[in-house]
């Protein structure tokens, strides 16, 4: 797969809450992510970046403003990438699975990603 590394981590619309009232799914499609990076932490945690292309940008935004405080799901080939609650609309077309703990789960992480 020929994606460029992106540097920059931001996924600020999103926190994790069990009151949410509905629960969604995002199913992430290759043909939406348009890089995907990794970086390491001052407090040793890892995190990684996937950054959608602008068509995909626009349907996210769209999809996120439309479910506002549910519980969202964000799913690559079935797997599990994100669970979070939306808070707000998301415009950047930034996700980033933060807080990752050692090399071994980033590294699952970022195959599922570029599979």
Do not use: W
């Amino acid at each position: 797969m020929n994606q460029k590394l992106f540097l920059y981590i931001i996924f600020v619309c999103m926190g994790y809450s069990s009151n949410a009232q509905q629960l969604i799914t995002y199913n992430l499609e290759n043909s939406c992510i348009n890089s995907v990076t990794y970086s390491l932490a001052p407090d040793s945690l890892y995190a990684i970046s996937i950054k959608m292309n602008s068509d995909c940008t626009i349907n996210f935004k769209n999809f996120t403003r439309k479910n506002i405080g549910k519980s969202l799901k964000i799913l690559k080939n079935g797997h599990l990438i994100v669970e979070a609650v939306i808070k707000e609309e998301i415009d950047s077309g930034l996700i980033t699975i933060q807080n990752l703990q050692d090399t071994k789960e980033t590294l699952k992480y970022l195959k599922i990603l570029i599979e």
